[in-house]
């Protein structure tokens, strides 16, 4: 154990490899001392996990509820920790279920969101001029909108589902990636080792992909985990207002809105759904937040 | 000017927001029944235009109808403002008596001559409810010929066929067979349109209240009618507050706020029950819930599938628990209530049985099918508990949630698969509900009669025939057999699983007496309510 330890590090690495796991050792080690930062990641974490295992971990079937027996039942009822809803359904179990969900709209809104807000950034700061005109103009007009009122506008063209969801939430979450890439790569483009790859005869591709983009990357990823929060809430908002994962899906924000008419004498129903918004939004935040700490270079010593 | 006045209300409003602890906060005016309903259906309050729930009930407190009938009784059918009435020998001539010595609001005399007016404007302005009057062989281009006053208190009414008298009188008990007041309506005439745009935000009737206001999603006033033929009403005012949100509703019946609460869920009558300010008064409705199975789904045009999705409801349970006290199971196409209603259920969840059927239908895996669904609270979650048992016999049901003009629009055009609605008969006569659920004359896409069957593309020129005769049928217990062979007919291989009827439920102040819960909404009368 303290050889790996010393190995990581080591302040005379040996190989590529060997100074890149020191590096991240070194983060982790920075980020481990922040509590929130850790409370944010285990949160997250244990979000991963339960989406991972939910037919595990459910103990009930998410889908299918008992209106005769168990509806309506309170939290801590024997059997359902958290009460049942209005159809009979095991609310922990939905919770549960529902975490895919909430997972897969993150990941996928980050997967398909920052590699464009990335390249469109990158582009137009390296090549500025009209390209960066053409592409900031652009950038700016999808800015201009509020995101859930764009996002709500695709969906109703694209028609209500979870997909059509992600991809809305993506559309209108690239911008602010963009922005900042840009900004990144303007401190960069003129520096000394960009004009000797150059020399070298690299390709403007080459030079954006192998040498801009890894080091716009940090801030991205910082930018994009506390964006996390929002896709989650937008999500959220296009499931309550019924445009979002369809029924019987366990949406979370459907769960809210479904709940929304017992909310004075089941409270349960509503608040269940929106505690596990608000914790995972939480989570992420403070994972966010933690991560800038450690990742912005200015703060290194 | 302005200015001074804006600080008076000011100053005013600051006294009054200071006092109001002083005097008791949980109490309306003696004098005054004030409600609490969602009133943004209102389109208008013309009764040749008026065919919304609300607008109905409002024109049924503030208008009188030709007939009437006992809203506890509806076979005991009786002279509102016509005194009498003869049918001629060959069935086609309704030769009607105005009762004497009455008067409108205005103080106008009611006489023939606004009753032949009425009709005829509401048949020339060819509005929503026309049809009610239309459908008797009167046009348009027609109705001046066919509907003739022959004395100051006495006027003919002709028809094309001879239809069941039955048929006809209850047409005229629909709201638009009210009777306007010819003069104080004309008064307002603007470009030959019989006062139509003057009357559709005011009032030129003779009922126990009169309509003093209508402020859109707002507020309706209604003020009591000091001509009124009848007892004078004991409230001097009714007012309907617009409140969508049902649990606000109940909060302010709660405290006191208001005295009827008219969109409660069933959690909050379940709720209230125990309540001992508040009592719940109910009234079985007209309304039906079904479900539509569009025959241009090549799963659904099976005869065997049909039947399979009427065992794959659970009727008990939607009436039980979901839409506990709201609604009560009903299957025929008639509400209960009716003449020649069959009451029976014959169907209830059996698993089993559609999945037989499903194989005899050579679909035994199931199959996949869309529903459009109002994004009601109670349209989703009655569909979602289909969802759940359909999904037993392996039917996966994809609901595709929308507001009510855009899943009615689709239905319309008859792009669905399956439709989740409610249908409110027009009139109390069976053919209000024969006609569009055992009737579809033209099945072709450009059809102009457009009743549900067709909107389910369901072809049945045999049962159309048998609608149109049990329309002409003068014997009342041979026309009731012919609706009862009519229902069975389409609860065996009708595209519509119809699962329960509605029921009218109040929330209202125990000192609350008199309010009459009607059949149908402009039967539902505040004339005799007292507190």
């Known amino acids: 154990?303290?050889?790996?330890?010393?190995?990581?590090?080591?302040?005379?690495?040996?190989?590529?490899?060997?100074?890149?796991?020191?590096?991240?050792?070194?983060?982790?080690?920075?980020?481990?001392?922040?509590?929130?930062?850790?409370?944010?990641?285990?949160?997250?974490?244990?979000?991963?996990?339960?989406?991972?295992?939910?037919?595990?971990?459910?103990?009930?079937?998410?889908?299918?509820?008992?209106?005769?027996?168990?509806?309506?039942?309170?939290?801590?009822?024997?059997?359902?920790?958290?009460?049942?809803?209005?159809?009979?359904?095991?609310?922990?179990?939905?919770?549960?279920?529902?975490?895919?969900?909430?997972?897969?709209?993150?990941?996928?809104?980050?997967?398909?969101?920052?590699?464009?807000?990335?390249?469109?950034?990158?582009?137009?700061?390296?090549?500025?001029?009209?390209?960066?005109?053409?592409?900031?103009?652009?950038?700016?007009?999808?800015?201009?909108?509020?995101?859930?009122?764009?996002?709500?506008?695709?969906?109703?063209?694209?028609?209500?589902?979870?997909?059509?969801?992600?991809?809305?939430?993506?559309?209108?979450?690239?911008?602010?990636?963009?922005?900042?890439?840009?900004?990144?790569?303007?401190?960069?483009?003129?520096?000394?080792?960009?004009?000797?790859?150059?020399?070298?005869?690299a390709s403007a591709a080459r030079i954006i992909w192998k040498h801009i983009v890894p080091l716009c990357l940090s801030s991205v990823i910082v930018r994009v985990t506390l964006d996390m929060a929002g896709i989650i809430l937008t999500a959220a908002g296009l499931g309550f207002l019924g445009l979002g994962a369809q029924p019987p899906q366990p949406e979370w924000g459907a769960m809210i809105a479904g709940g929304r008419n017992f909310l004075v004498d089941y409270w349960w129903v509503a608040t269940m759904p929106g505690l596990a918004i608000f914790t995972v939004s939480l989570g992420f935040n403070l994972l966010g937040d933690g991560l800038r700490d450690v990742l912005d270079p200015k703060r290194q010593k | 000017m302005i200015h001074s006045r804006f600080l008076a209300s000011v100053a005013l409003s600051a006294l009054m927001l200071g006092a109001t602890?002083?005097?008791?906060?949980?109490?309306?005016?003696?004098?005054?029944?004030?409600?609490?309903?969602?009133?943004?259906?209102?389109?208008?309050?013309?009764?040749?235009?008026?065919?919304?729930?609300?607008?109905?009930?409002?024109?049924?407190?503030?208008?009188?109808?030709?007939?009437?009938?006992?809203?506890?009784?509806?076979?005991?059918?009786?002279?509102?403002?016509?005194?009498?009435?003869?049918?001629?020998?060959?069935?086609?001539?309704?030769?009607?008596?105005?009762?004497?010595?009455?008067?409108?609001?205005?103080?106008?005399?009611?006489?023939?001559?606004?009753?032949?007016?009425?009709?005829?404007?509401?048949?020339?302005?060819?509005?929503?409810?026309?049809?009610?009057?239309?459908?008797?062989?009167?046009?348009?281009?027609n109705a001046d010929a066919m509907i003739v006053q022959t004395g100051p208190m006495s006027f003919d009414f002709k028809m094309d066929k001879p239809y069941a008298p039955t048929l006809v009188l209850y047409c005229l008990t629909a709201t638009v067979a009210s009777v306007v007041d010819k003069k104080l309506a004309m008064e307002h005439e603007a470009n030959g349109d019989f006062g139509y745009d003057w009357l559709k935000t005011n009032y030129a009737g003779s009922g126990p209240f009169m309509i003093k206001d209508w402020r859109p999603n707002e507020a309706v006033i209604l003020e009591r009618n000091p001509n009124y033929s009848g007892d004078a009403t004991p409230m001097a005012r009714v007012i309907y507050r617009h409140i969508p949100e049902t649990s606000t509703q109940r909060l302010l019946l709660e405290k006191g706020d208001i005295d009827i609460a008219r969109n409660l869920t069933a959690e909050d009558i379940s709720a209230l029950q125990g309540n001992a300010d508040v009592k719940i008064e109910s009234g079985v409705k007209g309304s039906l819930y079904y479900l539509g199975l569009n025959q241009k789904n090549e799963f659904l045009s099976k005869p065997e599938v049909r039947q399979a999705m009427k065992y794959l409801v659970d009727y008990d349970t939607i009436a039980g628990t979901i839409m506990a006290g709201k609604v009560k199971v009903h299957q025929g196409f008639l509400p209960e209530g009716f003449l020649g209603a069959y009451n029976e259920n014959?169907?209830?969840?059996?698993?089993?049985?559609?999945?037989?059927?499903?194989?005899?239908?050579?679909?035994?895996?199931?199959?996949?099918?869309?529903?459009?669904?109002?994004?009601?609270?109670?349209?989703?979650?009655?569909?979602?508990?289909?969802?759940?048992?359909?999904?037993?016999?392996?039917?996966?049901?994809?609901?595709?949630?929308?507001?009510?003009?855009?899943?009615?629009?689709?239905y319309r055009a008859r792009n669905h698969d399956i439709y989740i609605g409610r249908w409110g008969p027009d009139f109390q006569d069976p053919h209000t509900n024969a006609s569009t659920f055992a009737y579809n004359p033209n099945n072709a896409d450009d059809a102009t009669s457009k009743p549900l069957a067709w909107r389910n593309a369901w072809d049945i020129p045999e049962l159309s025939a048998a609608t149109d005769a049990a329309m002409v049928e003068p014997d009342a217990a041979k026309r009731a057999e012919m609706y009862i062979a009519d229902q069975k007919t389409v609860m065996e291989t009708g595209p519509f699983v119809i699962y329960a009827q509605e029921i009218e439920v109040m929330g209202e102040r125990k000192n609350i007496e008199g309010v009459i819960v009607g059949p149908s909404f402009n039967d539902n009368s505040f004339a005799h309510v007292t507190k």
């Open chain 2, 21 to 141: 602890p002083a005097i008791s906060l949980a109490e309306t005016p003696p004098d005054t029944l004030i409600q609490a309903w969602s009133i943004d259906d209102i389109i208008s309050l013309d009764p040749a235009e008026i065919f919304e729930f609300t607008a109905s009930e409002i024109a049924g407190n503030s208008y009188e109808t030709l007939i009437g009938y006992d809203p506890q009784n509806v076979s005991d059918i009786f002279g509102k403002a016509a005194e009498s009435w003869t049918v001629s020998e060959d069935g086609m001539t309704l030769s009607f008596k105005m009762k004497e010595g009455r008067t409108f609001a205005s103080g106008n005399p009611i006489t023939a001559e606004d009753a032949v007016f009425s009709l005829v404007r509401a048949v020339k302005l060819d509005k929503s409810p026309a049809f009610i009057i239309g459908q008797l062989g009167i046009t348009p281009d």
């Open chain 2, 346 to 410: 014959p169907f209830s969840l059996d698993v089993a049985k559609a999945k037989e059927l499903l194989a005899a239908a050579g679909v035994p895996e199931g199959f996949k099918v869309t529903m459009d669904t109002r994004n009601t609270p109670e349209i989703t979650a009655m569909a979602q508990a289909m969802q759940q048992t359909m999904a037993q016999a392996g039917i996966e049901l994809e609901l595709i949630p929308g507001d009510g003009k855009q899943t009615l629009t689709k």
């Open chain 1, 1 to 201: 154990m303290t050889m790996t330890r010393d190995w990581l590090l080591s302040d005379r690495p040996v190989s590529r490899r060997q100074a890149r796991l020191g590096q991240i050792y070194r983060t982790w080690l920075d980020f481990r001392t922040n509590g929130l930062a850790m409370f944010g990641f285990l949160i997250v974490l244990a979000l991963v996990l339960v989406a991972i295992f939910a037919p595990w971990l459910a103990p009930h079937d998410p889908l299918l509820g008992d209106l005769n027996h168990t509806r309506l039942l309170p939290p801590l009822s024997e059997g359902y920790l958290l009460g049942t809803d209005d159809q009979g359904r095991d609310i922990l179990s939905r919770l549960i279920h529902g975490s895919r969900i909430t997972l897969a709209v993150v990941a996928l809104v980050a997967v398909i969101a920052t590699p464009v807000g990335l390249l469109v950034g990158t582009t137009a700061g390296y090549f500025g001029g009209w390209v960066d005109t053409v592409l900031m103009r652009l950038t700016d007009i999808v800015l201009a909108f509020p995101k859930l009122i764009l996002a709500l506008a695709f969906v109703a063209a694209l028609g209500p589902g979870i997909e059509n969801a992600i991809i809305a939430i993506s559309i209108t979450a690239w911008p602010p990636y963009a922005r900042l890439a840009r900004a990144e790569t303007l401190t960069i483009r003129n520096s000394d080792f960009i004009a000797a790859t150059k020399l070298q005869g």
